[in-house]
């Protein structure tokens, strides 16, 4: 064993469930390292073996065998090389999140996870107990600590394996994807060393799993807290790295650092990245959206064609008698530019049918949202026909902010599989749509610059029953993602009827959300796994004191 350390970083997508896919992949790679970068250890993400979160699979007997005999595969199956594998682990009848080093057939040690993260997506207290004792091994001269995830945000894991003698420190992440993590992980690395100055080698999972998307970025900070080595984000692959000796201590050497795109393009990636492997793992040989000539559909289409392929996207205009000519021109050029199969079907005749039907029991009673709703549904009607006669799965295309307010239709438009921008406010949207057209034009600039509208009356506008998008967005931000009480947001220059009445239609189409379709987390607080509020509540923040009963 030379004086320096040959490491890699296997920032892999691991298949939650799929454990004896991801026990081949870790022996694969493993010996790629071995063999193709003369390797001397090999690191994987958080819960390798079974992908994160398995959630309720961890209940499962069977499950958890089926993780100790590919357990037992990766320890027997490749010699030359240490490895460092995620795992759940059950010792005496519990379940520990935890960390197992192999090396030539034989286990070095089992590390299990110190702090249990139980906020945001996260549930680990559910299912896990926590572990108490470091673990140090050694690659030769090499003293290597290990940690998992969580316990680098925390005082006391770090600090407790270098008392033992680690000379860097091996954290394994399953850490998703939300504007601004990049910095909050560096800041959480800079504290630790101010405990203990050791090497960090932070491992990162990278691909979607239903709503998280996790988006690697793995990296090497040495003993002072400046960058050595850095992956690039949402792409998967093995990235060596070396630490040599120096004076008793290991001090990486320098390597490849990728650069750290802006924010907007993360989240363009990490969308992207979601809904391909939403598609992908679960088997659909594409997608099909309703492309109205609005923002949004386009967003999503060019996010799909990104995603999957042009190939693999079908688009459908469903006009009534409220769609403008501008709509129809803006939708069939959107497809045009982006490649992509395109078809008309007007909701005319199913509209018109439905109203003679229904008009015995609206007798007497004014037309109203009611009208607005039912052509909503009828879209959402052929978009799932379309997906059941060809095997597609329906995009559905709505915003955080439409989301939020309630500002969309049940078994409408909110009808789908899918929902690639749900957790985009349509501020953000704007800037993605500008974002995507700057590496190539695919969404037409009338679609940009043209006020939002549902189409679903005469002149209709959104702000007509919303107040303005920049307005709407910076109170849902404060409310929803900062926890912001009413006072403190109209203290922060916002109307005190606006902010009542926003919060009032948050509040009040929970139970649409439920509903909702699966979507990329990218702020710090999405709506389903993550922000959970009853449907039933005597929660009223919305009401002023004086007006409460």
Known sequence: MSERLRLVMAQLDMRVGDVAGNARQVMQAAVRA???????LIVFPELSLTGYPPEDLLYRDDFIRSIGNALAQVRDGVTGITIVVGFPHRENGRLYNSAAVFQDGA????????????????????????????????????????SICEDLWHPGPVRWAADEGAQAIININASPFHQGKPAEREAVVKARLREAALPVVYVNLVGGQDEVVYDGFSTVYDAEGQLAARAPAFQEGLFPVELEQHNGRLRPVRGDIAPLPPDDELVYQAVVRGTRDYVNKNGFPGVVLGLSGGLDSALCAAVAVDALGAERVQAVMMPSRYTSRESLEDAEECARLLGIEYRSLSIEGAF????????????????DTTEENMQSRARGLMLM???????????????????????????????????????????????LAELRNRHGLVIPERIITKPPTAELRPD???????????D???????????????????????????????????????????????????THKAFGRERRYPITSGYRPWVAESDRS
């Open 352 to 367: 018109s049918a439905l109203l003679e039907e229904l008009a015995p029991a609206f007798a007497g009673k004014p037309a």
């Open 472 to 522: 709407l967005d910076d109170i849902l931000d404060q409310y929803v993602d900062r926890d912001r009480s009413v006072p403190e947001i109209v203290a922060a220059g916002h109307d005190e009827a606006i902010v009542r009445q926003v919060v009032g239609l948050l509040h009040r189409n929970e139970y649409k959300r439920r509903q909702a379709a699966p979507g990329v987390k990218i």
């Open 34 to 40: 071995r063999d193709e970068m003369g390797a001397d």
């Open 385 to 431: 026909a379309l997906s059941n006669k060809h095997g597609h799965m329906v995009l559905t295309t709505g915003n955080k902010s439409e989301y939020a307010v309630g500002y969309a239709t049940l078994y409408g438009d909110m009808c789908g599989g899918f929902a690639p921008i749900k957790d985009v406010y349509k501020t953000v949207a704007y800037r």
């Open 460 to 470: 209709q506008k959104d702000e007509d029953s919303l107040p303005p998008y920049p």
């Open 107 to 146: 286990i070095l040690g089992i590390y299990h996870k110190h702090h249990l993260a139980n906020v945001s997506v996260f549930d680990d207290k559910r299912y896990f107990e926590s572990g108490h004792s470091p673990l140090v091994f050694h690659v030769g001269p090499h003293r290597v600590g290990v």
